[in-house]
């Protein structure tokens, strides 16, 4: 078995920090710098879940001056870090990796990488599933006589907020291991408290969707089974001691 690196100044350190996160302002920079040109285009991708909804001959508006120009380049933004993000848990995982044992870093690495899937994989599901379902509801309930006329700004300020939340809710497997992993809990205690995550995970969805049975539903059922996928390979993230004291409490 290697062992991490011995004792190093914390300056060593610092600097190793520094130098990561240079490099990681540098890969957003650049993806930003590729991806201005096509600023309008990527917003027109952003708001057709609310463009597709709106009643026919009403449209997006812009209240401010300069929105129409600041408000395409601050998405783009915002896109060029969430396209970096792989590269961002790669520096991450560089600048940690040396301070671990071979075997954690075997265990370290699928999480790092299937964080940046889960993340992905929520804002897809944000776009794809809810975001029809929210602006839907949201304009169809509109009183009579009011023209919905959704500023550009605050749609971006509104989507970029359920883009994060959704991410973030992704990574419930990821959360759930490394918990089990650092001994903040185990899967045994996990499993006694399912009942409580269910009714979480219901509660989290009425809390994010529009008030219906359906919408809350189709977000809760996600998280409920990628709770589920955590817990699963949570077990083999538990030291092996753990393992065989739960397989034998089981097996009682």
């Not at 029809?132 to 304009?139: D, E, M, N, R």
């Not at 309930?141 to 809710?169: K, Q, R």
């Not at 995550?197 to 529009?210: A, D, E, N, R």
């Amino acid at each position: 078995m290697s062992h991490p690196q011995g004792e190093q100044p914390l300056i060593t350190h610092l600097i190793e920090l520094r130098t990561r996160l240079l490099r990681s302002l540098a890969a957003i920079v650049l993806v930003f710098l590729a991806l201005v040109y096509f600023s309008n285009a990527i917003y027109d991708f952003v708001a057709q879940p609310l463009l597709s909804q709106l009643p026919e001959g009403t449209s997006m508006i812009a209240t401010d001056v300069a929105t129409p120009f600041l408000t395409p380049i601050k998405l783009t933004l915002v896109v060029a870090f969430f396209a970096a993000i792989p590269y961002l848990l790669y520096q991450a995982w560089a600048f940690i990796a040396p301070g671990l044992y071979q075997h954690e870093r075997r265990l370290i690495m699928p999480l790092v990488a299937s964080s940046a899937v889960l993340f992905y994989t929520g804002m897809a599901f944000a776009y794809y599933v809810v975001f029809p379902l929210v602006f839907g509801f949201f304009t169809s309930t509109a009183p009579t006589g009011v023209t919905v006329a959704t500023d550009i700004a605050s749609y971006l300020d509104f989507v970029l907020t359920l883009f994060f939340a959704f991410g973030v809710a992704f990574e419930i497997p990821v959360a759930t291991i490394l918990l089990c992993w650092t001994g903040v809990t185990t899967p045994k205690s996990l499993k006694e408290k399912r009942p409580y995550v269910i009714v979480g995970v219901f509660v989290v969805g009425m809390l994010l969707t529009p008030p219906d049975v359906f919408s809350q539903t189709l977000l809760a059922i996600p998280m409920w089974a990628l709770w589920e996928l955590g817990l699963f390979f949570a077990r083999f993230y538990v030291r092996k001691e753990e393992r065989q004291e739960d397989a034998s409490q089981e097996g009682g």
